[in-house]
């Protein structure tokens, strides 16, 4: 049996946390869907550089609907072994994780404050505005629209 120390998981998590987020002028991608291959482990790494990759697919399609099969897909593995590795390497669920970045990425468009509520809705992929406003309020305690008149009040100080 392997077993792995804590550290490098921990690293791991820092570094996926880390990702940053391309600006919301330049977030404009093309409709057509990206032609690439599965992740193949014996060439791409281990399974943190699967999951990293996987984190990394995640991001560039937030407006998207994604699911634990088709990352699990490109991570080459079963959508169950795929769950057991995401949670080992971030410390949360492949859903979780993207309702996380989701939410943080709609907190960025909220803070430029360039979009309505609806449009930054669209923009993380939820189709349906207060369903988005309830995922949000319930992972901020406020809602989207308190959230962005709240940031911009900061702002004017």
Do not use: W
Not at 25 to 49: I, K, Q, Y
Not at 72 to 80: D, E, I, L, M, Y
């Amino acid at each position: 049996m392997r077993t792995e120390s804590v550290e490098p998981r921990a690293a791991m998590r820092d570094r996926l946390d880390g990702f940053t987020y391309p600006s919301p002028l330049n977030s404009v991608r093309s409709a057509a869907p990206e032609a690439s291959p599965g992740l193949d482990a014996r060439t791409n790494g281990g399974p943190e550089t699967r999951i990293q990759q996987c984190v990394a697919f995640m991001c560039q399609h937030l407006d998207q609907p994604l699911q634990v099969a088709a990352l699990a897909a490109r991570a080459s593995t079963s959508p169950s072994h795929f769950f057991v590795l995401f949670k080992r390497v971030t410390g949360s669920p492949p859903i979780d994780y993207l309702i996380r970045l989701r939410m943080q990425r709609a907190c960025q468009l909220l803070d430029a404050g360039l979009l309505p509520v609806k449009d930054v809705a669209a923009a993380v992929g939820y189709e349906d505005p207060f369903y988005f406003s309830r995922v949000f309020k319930s992972m901020h305690q406020v809602a989207p629209s308190h959230y962005r008149a709240h940031s911009q009040v900061g702002r004017k100080r």
